[in-house]
């Protein structure tokens, strides 16, 4: 049943009593702060609500809502919404269309979690699939495993006729021609990489979440980044809310990062507070400081979203009934003064 706009609000407000709803995004700046130190308090949003990594991640949340409109469930929706993305072969982070490992052939990892049953399936160094996405799906409910990797996957999909694809498009297998020169000259840049990480909440107050990705371009082959990682890349909990993350896995899967923003959206943060006291977290425990690369979006119980990522920040979408819009998140280059340097980080 739809809930009306304005009951939705009511017992929203009512329920969160020390954070009004505000349609402000979030400022960036130090510490993810506004003026005079304070952050406007996280936006919220009637579900259906889709957040998701970068730009691309607009059609992937206008798809996964279309999907849930159509009467499919939450599960189906964030399960089409990633694979919008890894259909487009011109995203050289996500789907067959990715920066291939060093051996030129792209290497894909994704994983989908359900907040009700809280199930979970996932998929690693998967080669010549077109939705691995939709692997993971699989293994979660076909099997009593969570993650399967490499040949293994492979074998699973091949069984269960999942579409195959090329092992690496003609564009990304000339630029990979040209690093591997470059590389022999000692001349090669590195890469970018991105993710989709997508989250859903449901007007039943129901999260899910998937993510995808073709993971650090020209990766030693076999290389597992943070994505298919539950609690890595991903981290739903139906109780409490559900994050995602992009940016160098490496830096998000020794810290458990999208679980530790869940924990943080446990303890009563939002879910921006909750993002910026995770990358606090990793840069007081990183060798690297705050140079990590990293960035995390979020979304609560209630409909509250937020988002946050080092540096500059990054841009993340978000989509519900009212809109579909590309936002900029707050970034964090150094320990905040006040609440967030505290103890409780
Ligand atoms: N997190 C991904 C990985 O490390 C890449 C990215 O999101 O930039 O594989």
Not at 63 to 79: I, Y
Request: with cysteine.
């Amino acid at each position: 049943m739809k809930i009306p706009r304005r009951a939705f609000l009511g017992s929203s407000l009512a329920a969160m009593s020390a954070a009004p709803l505000a349609a402000a995004n979030p400022k960036p700046g130090k510490g993810g702060s506004g003026k005079r130190g304070r952050r406007e308090p996280d936006p919220s949003s009637r579900p259906p609500v889709v957040i998701s990594t970068w730009p691309f991640g607009k059609p992937a949340n206008d798809r996964t809502l279309e999907v849930f409109r159509s009467g499919k469930g939450g599960l189906d929706a964030v399960e089409q919404g990633v694979r919008q993305a890894e259909a487009d072969l011109s995203n050289p982070s996500v789907g067959l269309g990715g920066i291939p490992a060093a051996h030129g052939i792209v290497q894909l990892d994704a994983c989908i979690m359900s907040g009700p049953g809280h199930r979970a399936g996932s998929v690693a160094a998967v080669e010549g699939f077109k939705h691995p996405v939709s692997i993971a799906r699989r293994v979660m409910e076909e099997t009593r495993h969570v993650m399967l990797v490499g040949e293994g996957a492979q074998r699973f999909a091949r069984d269960r006729k999942f579409e195959e694809g090329p092992a690496v498009t003609p564009g990304q297998k000339a630029a990979w021609e040209a690093w591997k020169k470059a590389q022999e000259a000692e001349k090669a840049k590195v890469p970018n990489h991105d993710t989709i990480a997508l989250l859903m909440l449901t007007p039943s107050g129901d999260l899910f979440g998937a993510c995808s990705t073709s993971g650090w371009g020209y990766k030693i082959p076999g290389r597992v980044g943070d994505s298919p990682i539950i609690g890595g890349g991903l981290y739903v909990d139906n109780t409490v809310g559900a994050a995602g993350a992009t940016g160098i896995g490496e830096n998000v899967m020794r810290y458990c990062g999208s679980f530790l923003v869940v924990e943080f959206m446990r303890q009563g943060m939002s879910p921006t507070e909750a993002c910026l006291a995770t990358l606090h977290r990793i840069a007081s425990l990183d060798p690297k400081g705050y140079d990590l690369s990293v960035n995390f979006i979020a979304l609560d119980k209630r409909g509250r979203y937020g988002a946050a990522g080092t540096g500059q920040g990054f841009q993340y979408a978000v989509a519900c009934d009212d809109f579909s819009k590309v936002l900029q998140s707050p970034g964090v280059t150094q320990k905040p003064v006040g609440p967030l340097g505290g103890n409780r980080l």
